[in-house]
């Protein structure tokens, strides 16, 4: 394959913009040399880079897209906007109509608030926590991402519970003093940590079901445990349901597993590709939210009609009869497809699946956990990423991100893909 114009248009933009890239994910820095693919367009399944170069896509923009590139409703109801005027400053009848749909569909979101990003929803569901509790400490979970914000950019120091350090230069250690990091599915470690300082915790946070050290599904009972013991110390549990919003069902994660958080972030689908965030919950703790509280939350672009108006087309063509069976299925043909090809070969990997996402962990061991998925060989996963790349099929650049499938792969993409698995499982060995 042939990558020449997109190596020279990652040269020119290390001149212009920091790292060549808008966001650090995508300068495949652990796979691919460091040069990522440009794409030009899309649609459906497939999209195409500036070398011409076709590609089966898995990333997915790492979550939103799950009714493919380039959908017709979606489309019409960006193009609708664009004539009318993208920004007016004011309500419009749209963000009711999304809220409704959004309640519909997630019955613990008493109110709402659209914002821009996942990092603003969440980070805002902190602030509401802090200011409802008057408490400051949060509890998270090692390995999950929750944006890009102060609190959420620390990690876990050396032993199983830990006061955080920062994850990034720029956070004052005065911040992570007030976040404590616990393995996920360890509920022991997680009510150790409550004992300890629970009386302190305005809010345990939560990806449900992780996204972000691939696919983990909580342990039976895990986040139950983790509603009984927060709610008993008088603290609040936040849902980030980021990725997991209408990726596995056409709700959240909070009603496959039966457990209602008090607050919810969400983004990623709920844009249908477009900028967008929203956090909700329960109505006495969402009053704390100006205007009606002392919560101060704010933002010229947020409930914007574009934004909104792909989100409701979204889960329109999500409505639809058999979407989540569909992506059930192929994602079912997907795994058992590789996970023979591996075993053909003699290439240990584990695979996490639920519904249409994904991840593959070479090395064989079951990972329900951070330090699992770290133990993973990343090494194996570049030369995979590659391999699969120069097949045109495009994987998320990073062994810890999920494979995403949308309505519109079929069993033909499926299977092409099993077919190139193969291939690059048996030039591995
Ligand atoms: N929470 C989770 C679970 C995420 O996966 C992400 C983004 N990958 C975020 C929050 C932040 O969202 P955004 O990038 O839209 O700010």
Redo the contacts with the bound molecule.
């Keep these: 394959m042939d990558f020449s114009t997109s190596k020279a248009l990652h040269k020119e933009a290390l001149d212009l913009i920091v790292g060549g890239v808008n966001?650090p994910s995508r300068a495949y820095k652990g796979v691919g040399g460091g040069s990522p693919v440009y794409m030009d367009q899309g649609e459906g399944a497939y999209f195409w880079d500036v070398d011409g170069n076709k590609y089966i896509d898995y990333l997915g923009a790492?979550?939103p897209i799950i009714t493919g590139h380039g959908h017709p409703h979606i489309a019409e109801a960006i193009t609708n906007v664009a004539n009318n005027g993208v920004l007016y400053g004011t309500p419009t009848r749209l963000e009711n109509k999304f809220a409704k749909m959004l309640q519909a569909a997630i019955p613990s979101l008493e109110k709402v608030r659209f914002v821009n990003?996942?990092?603003?929803?969440?980070m805002t569901t902190v602030r509401v926590a802090r200011a409802y509790t008057g408490r400051n400490k949060i509890i998270k979970f090692s390995g999950?991402?929750?944006?890009?914000f102060d609190s959420v950019l620390v990690e876990a120091g050396s032993g199983p519970a830990t006061l955080g350090t920062p994850d990034s230069a720029g956070i004052p250690q005065s911040v992570a003093e007030d976040v404590i990091t616990v393995p996920f599915n360890d509920l022991d470690t997680f009510r150790r940590a409550m004992d300890q300082w629970g009386d302190q915790v305005a809010a345990v946070l939560v990806?449900p079901i992780v996204?972000?050290f691939g696919i983990v599904k909580p342990h039976e009972g895990f986040l139950q445990g983790i509603n009984d013991t927060a709610h008993d110390a008088g603290s609040l549990v936040i849902y980030?349901e980021?990725?997991t919003a209408f990726r596995f069902t056409y709700g959240s994660a909070q009603q496959i597993y039966g457990v209602e958080p008090d607050m919810t972030?969400m983004?990623?689908i709920i844009g249908g590709g477009l900028?967008i965030?929203a956090y909700g919950g329960r109505q006495d703790i969402m009053e704390q939210v100006a205007p009606l509280g002392p919560a101060y939350q704010a933002g010229t672009m947020s409930g914007n009609p574009a934004s909104i108006s792909a989100g409701i087309a979204c889960l329109e063509v999500l409505q639809q009869d058999s979407v989540y069976e569909k992506l059930d299925r192929l994602g079912e043909r997907l795994e058992t497809g590789i996970t023979q090809k591996a075993s053909e070969v003699g290439i240990p990997i584990s695979v996490n699946r639920m519904c249409g996402a994904m991840t593959i962990y070479f090395g064989g061991e079951t990972v329900t956990n951070y330090e699992q998925a770290e133990a993973s060989d990343g090494d194996a996963f570049a030369e995979f990423f590659r391999l699969m790349l120069e097949q045109g099929i495009n994987l998320a650049p990073s062994k810890f991100e999920a494979w995403f499938l949308t309505t519109e792969h079929t069993e033909a993409d499926i299977d092409a893909t099993i077919e190139a698995a193969g291939k690059a499982f048996a030039a591995m060995r």
């Design positions: 966001s790492f979550g990003s996942g990092t603003e929803a969440v999950s991402y929750h944006g890009h990806e996204g972000n980030d980021v990725i972030a983004g990623k900028p965030g």
